[in-house]
Nanobody, 114 residues
């Protein structure tokens, strides 16, 4: 049973923007904070941002001021708006419950060319 489906990734140039979407199951989404993570080749997965069930957003320092996380409770969806992208943002991006991650989805690839 697929509970997390990420989409919206792509290849962009440095300085451009992308918006990622995550469709989650109601069971995962409704009572939990939801976050976006990323994993670059050869690196550990890291938390990029998360949003609480009441909509409070929190960001890793390396994306503050550039990324915006939001959730649409009616659509059971989480978004990550990314602007001023850098080559260091190149990674496979995943969404998941925060904390107590469940099984990971396939992720969506973001590649930023410099």
């Amino acid at each position: 049973q697929v509970q997390l489906v990420e989409s919206g990734g792509g290849l962009v140039q440095a300085g451009e923007s992308l918006t990622l979407s995550c469709d989650a199951s109601v069971r995962v989404f409704s009572r939990n904070s939801m976050g976006w993570y990323r994993q670059a080749p050869g690196k550990q997965r890291e938390l990029v941002a998360f949003v609480t069930k009441d909509g409070t957003a929190n960001y890793a320092d390396f994306v503050k001021g550039r990324f915006t996380i939001s959730r649409d409770n009616a659509r059971v969806r989480v978004y990550l708006q990314m602007s001023n992208l850098k080559s260091d943002d190149t990674a496979l991006y995943y969404c998941n419950r925060v904390p107590n991650n469940i099984e990971w989805g396939q992720g969506t690839q973001v590649t930023v060319s410099s």
